[in-house]
């Protein structure tokens, strides 16, 4: 009787400090912001901006932001990681699962190593972003691409590009609201605030924006069909802009601002496209944007935290890795 291959998982998200000092921070930014597929400008011009005034600049700033969140283990970003990891073992007990990030350690191909080193031999690659994009997913390609160049034996290899309008994960995060606004109350604004990339990226073919709008719009018929809830509650924006350069609008700090103003005086936010809390949810949402918020009129404000190693969340990514494998 021929043995099936043995099998392995492969979670990547993207990378964070192993500690919240201005070094650490320095030198994840570096490899982050040198990546081609975050910031595609030519090499030359861009390694010298980056270098001599970028990250002198912004490093002991955002080990700052990081000192605020940072959490016993680590980074919120490394705990859950490790967390979500740890739960699928337990759920798979059969095959064999590594967690990877692709700007910090453990990397993907110290993963890589581990996987193969336990005679794994067919390997499913789950970049732990909903929605694909060229600077996100694609660079999770490449970095297990890079891992593979020099090995002479090659396991089989399985991508998944997103999972976006996952009906499981669409569920997760219908009930992550409804739990939320069963403890809250229901909001006159429910924003889903996603990172945002570059206009002309979206312009050159990614389809990002196009995948942000899906998954919206799924969450929002449920809500609307579960709920008393009104359809023009919820509304899409897009954070964590970096550079002068165009990107995706509505902004939500503009939105948050303006929505202020306008009178709405209770409002929630998700960042549905964050596997788990990180600084730019736990700092620039749940911190930053509340207290805009509230400085520009607005009463009463909650971030709807992600779903991290929750139930809900690990019993989707274990629907998710049986649908590919």
């Not at 081609?36 to 700033?61: A, F, M």
């Not at 999770?140 to 590009?161: C, E, G, H, N, T």
């Not at 002309?200 to 899906?214: I, T, V």
Request: charged share 20%; with cysteine; proline share 7%.
């Amino acid at each position: 009787m021929q043995l099936l291959p043995k099998k392995g998982i492969l979670l990547v998200n993207l990378g964070t400090p192993d500690a919240p000092t201005p070094s650490s921070v320095s030198r994840y930014l570096k490899t982050f912001l040198s990546d081609s597929r975050v910031v595609d400008l030519p090499k030359i011009l861009w390694q010298p901006l980056l270098r001599g005034i970028i990250l002198p600049i912004r490093s002991p700033k955002v080990a700052k932001l990081y000192q605020s969140i940072w959490l016993e283990g680590g980074s919120p970003l490394y705990v859950y990681t490790k967390a979500q990891a740890e739960a699928l073992s337990k759920k798979l007990p059969d095959h064999e699962i590594a967690f990877a990030f692709c700007y910090s350690e453990p990397t993907v191909n110290m993963a890589m190593d581990k996987l193969l080193s336990a005679g794994v031999e067919d390997i499913l690659i789950l970049p732990l972003y909903p929605q694909y994009s060229c600077s996100t997913s694609a660079a999770v390609f490449d970095a297990v691409a890079r891992s593979l160049q020099k090995r002479r034996a090659i396991p089989s290899l399985r991508f998944i590009r997103d999972y976006a309008t996952f009906e499981p994960y669409i569920d997760a995060l219908v009930t992550c609201i409804k739990n939320h606004t069963s403890e809250h109350g229901i909001p006159d604004k429910l924003l889903f605030s996603l990172h945002g990339i570059p206009v002309r990226f979206a312009n050159q073919g990614d389809d990002y924006p196009l995948r942000c709008q899906a998954t919206t719009a799924a969450v929002n018929a449920k809500l609307v069909n579960e709920l008393v809830w009104k359809e023009d509650i919820v509304q899409l924006t897009y954070q964590s802009k970096f550079g002068k350069e165009p990107w995706l609008v509505p902004a939500t700090d503009a939105t948050v601002e303006s929505l202020a103003k306008s009178g709405i005086k209770h409002l929630q936010i998700i960042c549905p496209g964050f596997s788990s809390d990180c600084l730019e949810t736990l700092e620039e949402i749940s911190i930053g944007i509340k207290e805009s918020f509230i400085e520009h009129g607005g009463e009463k404000f909650s971030y709807i935290p992600a779903l991290n190693a929750s139930d809900n969340h690990i019993e989707m990514l274990e629907k998710l890795i049986y649908q590919h494998f």
